[in-house]
């Protein structure tokens, strides 16, 4: 399954919102998860099954959609939040990865 | 905490050979289905290679088929990726990562080794 995500930067301010989009190629019901990259750091998982947020996760992280359209919001952007953005699928074998939203400043 | 921490990577030349290791703590390791995902410099990530809890079940990415071997050591909470006939294109941070089972996300990441495939 391959996955494609949107836009490939996405340029916000501090304070504001920002959506990311994740798009399948065939329909993972809410098989999708949404991990956080920073550099120099591991990949965190952020959200899975499309809209449940892991275990500490703050709440301005949220998770929508199903079948092959999935967004990521991120609401009042903290600076910590600078980052890039991958979403997963764990659908079909193997899993596959779309190729990030960096969100920058 | 949960900690998984990457050893083993650095500079060798094509055709060469590494060995990875990953130490996990802070989790109960036969819990857990454990994978190899790497990023190229540049680029995404790409899981490699995945490991069952008790090591019976094994899969491969196609890129890596037949070159890289993936073992675990329950009693020493330790992953393996033993990697032959390296090519240029295997340059790549090498992520241990883990999962509750074949059907779920990548909870647990640790730091990440890098491996330089060069002549």
């Known amino acids: 399954i391959v996955m494609t995500q949107s836009p490939t930067t996405l340029s916000v301010s501090p304070g504001e919102s920002a959506t990311l989009s994740c798009r399948a190629s065939q329909n993972i019901y809410s098989n999708l998860a949404w991990y956080k990259h920073n550099p120099g750091q591991p990949p965190r998982l952020l959200i899975s099954?499309?809209?449940t947020r892991a275990t500490g996760v703050p709440a301005r992280f949220s998770g929508s959609g199903s079948g092959t359209e999935f967004t990521l919001t991120i609401s009042s952007l903290q600076t910590e939040d600078f980052a890039v953005y991958y979403c997963?699928?764990?659908?079909?074998?193997?899993?596959?990865f779309g190729p990030g939203t960096k969100v920058d400043i | 905490q949960v900690k998984l921490v990457e050893s083993g990577g650095g500079l060798v030349k094509p055709g060469g050979s590494l060995r990875l290791s990953c130490a996990a703590s802070g989790f109960t390791f036969t819990d857990y289905y454990m994978s190899w995902i790497r990023q190229a410099p540049g680029k995404g990530l790409e899981w490699v290679s995945y490991i069952s809890n008790s090591g019976a079940t094994i899969y491969y990415a196609d890129s890596v088929q037949g070159r890289l071997i993936v073992s675990r050591d329950n009693t020493d909470n330790s992953l393996f990726l033993q990697m032959n006939s390296l090519r240029t294109e295997d340059t790549a941070i090498y992520y241990c990562v883990g999962a509750r089972g074949r059907w779920y996300p990548f909870d647990f990441w640790g730091r990440g080794t890098l491996v330089t495939v060069s002549s």
């Open positions: 099954g499309a809209s």
């Open positions: 997963q699928q764990f659908d079909s074998w193997p899993p596959t």
